[in-house]
């Protein structure tokens, strides 16, 4: 290729040479798998001292054997082949095989054809088939699996036929660790239903919240999971442990937690820093505790909730959600916000509380937003200077108001 033709070429002529080079390389992949399936029918022990097929290739383009395995059974559904003993195995898709030598199919086209033919009955592949390649000619692989599904609705629309067992115990696994540096790692796998449940879930919270909202997909799903397990911990049916609710304890010194500065402890192991841990400060409950010089208690205070539930109504009745202007989050998924933290006097009422989101709790404490009650007892949040330079309060006009008499 000339060096210099990248440079001068238009758009047109670099995805032409794009498109040729494809199909270079496709019908390559397909006259590599016809000589697979050759060798392994021909054996490859005898041929090459490998015990299987997948192992010899892995070998030969030191790629990972799962990679091989997965070329390999691809070749097994587009070629006619003979197994050892002389039985002849026909092709799951021939005619796919056939448009695959010549270039014109990406893996993903063949993977998806091949998975529609396995469902439909023999005597209808060859249909089927044409009726998918005529159809992918136009299509990319995703609206191809649509079609091929509708085929095997269409012949089998009963489905299969249910099985009279008890339902299989579905299989689910999860680990959570953590690390020495204080990030959690989460790994498993999880059946369909419940799969397709957990997504459902979290694709509801990891909406972006307005056009400032410039989280990736992964950060909002980080954040969604996290507002997931809020809305857990806040269940009123939740098991207990140790005969109370699940919770996770944060110890911190009262001066700490006045001025902002230091560290938390957070659960056994972890810390966590001091104005973190007045986020979380300002709707909690509350055990007031006095040391000695060893840090060995000497008097522990009754647990309270420092917003109590006739207060926490009230507040869900009054901010309907997230009073942040512009956030749709409902009263389930917030927390009460003081206005002026308790922890420099301020009081437990509704004068001194706004309905938060944990994400713009956080904003709250962080930035240079403020937020205080309004003449008319609703909250206002005032912008920082790089927002409106003349701070004109705002207001959250999302949410439905209580409807009241006429």
């Known amino acids: 290729m000339d060096g210099n033709f990248a440079w001068q070429a238009d758009a047109v002529a670099l ?5 040729t080079l494809l199909g270079v390389v496709r019908a390559a992949e397909a006259e590599l798998g016809s000589l697979l399936v050759e060798i392994e029918a021909r ?14 290739l892995a070998q030969l383009a030191d790629i990972p054997k799962s990679a091989a395995e997965k070329l390999v059974k691809r070749a097994r559904a587009l070629n006619s082949f003979r197994a050892l003993d002389g039985t002849p195995i ?6 796919t095989g056939s448009v695959a030598a010549a270039g014109s199919l990406s893996n993903p086209m063949i993977d998806t054809i091949v998975e529609a033919l396995t469902q439909i009955p023999p005597e209808h592949r060859e249909e089927a088939e044409q009726s998918l390649l005529s159809f992918a000619e136009d299509s990319g692989h995703k609206q191809v699996a ?3 599904a509708r085929i095997v609705a269409h012949l089998d629309p009963d489905g299969a036929e249910p099985d009279e067992t008890e339902p299989a115990t579905p299989h689910r696994e999860l680990s959570l660790r953590r690390k ?8 498993g796998r999880l059946d369909d239903e419940t799969g397709t449940r957990a997504s459902a879930l979290l694709d509801s919270l990891a909406q972006r919240r307005g056009a400032d909202d410039h989280r990736s997909p992964m950060e909002r799903y980080g954040d969604a999971f996290s507002d997931a397990i809020d809305l857990a911990l806040d269940a009123p049916d939740l098991p207990k442990q140790a005969g109370e609710r699940a919770h996770v304890m944060v110890t911190i ?17 972890g810390t966590m820093s001091a104005a973190e841990a007045r986020i979380h400060a300002c709707d909690c409950k509350l055990i ?3 040391l000695d010089s060893a840090s060995a208690p000497l008097d522990l205070g009754r647990a309270r909730r420092l917003i109590p539930t006739s207060i926490r109504n009230a507040l869900y009745l009054r901010d309907r959600g997230c009073a ?3 956030c749709h989050r409902p009263p389930r998924h917030c927390q009460g916000h003081h206005i002026r933290h308790w922890a420099d006097g301020g009081p437990t009422d509704l004068n001194n509380l706004a309905l938060m989101c944990a994400h713009h709790h956080r904003l709250l404490h962080r930035s240079g937003w403020e937020v205080r009650i309004a003449a008319d007892g609703l909250p206002e949040f005032l912008p920082p200077v790089w927002v409106d330079k003349r701070r004109q309060p705002r207001r959250n006009n999302l949410h439905q108001p209580i409807p009241t008499a006429a």
Do not use: M, N, Q
């Open 43 to 56: 054996g490859v022990l005898e041929l090459f001292g490998y015990r299987s097929v997948p192992h010899l």
């Open 253 to 269: 010194p009262l001066e700490s937690l006045k001025s902002g500065l230091g560290t938390a402890l957070l659960g056994d192991t």
């Open 288 to 290: 007031p505790a006095v």
């Open 180 to 187: 020495r540096t204080g990030v959690w790692e989460l790994s």
């Open 15 to 19: 995805a032409d040479r794009i498109g």
């Open 324 to 326: 942040f202007p512009g």
């Open 90 to 95: 026909p092709a799951i898709a021939p005619a």
């Open 146 to 148: 649509a079609l091929g």
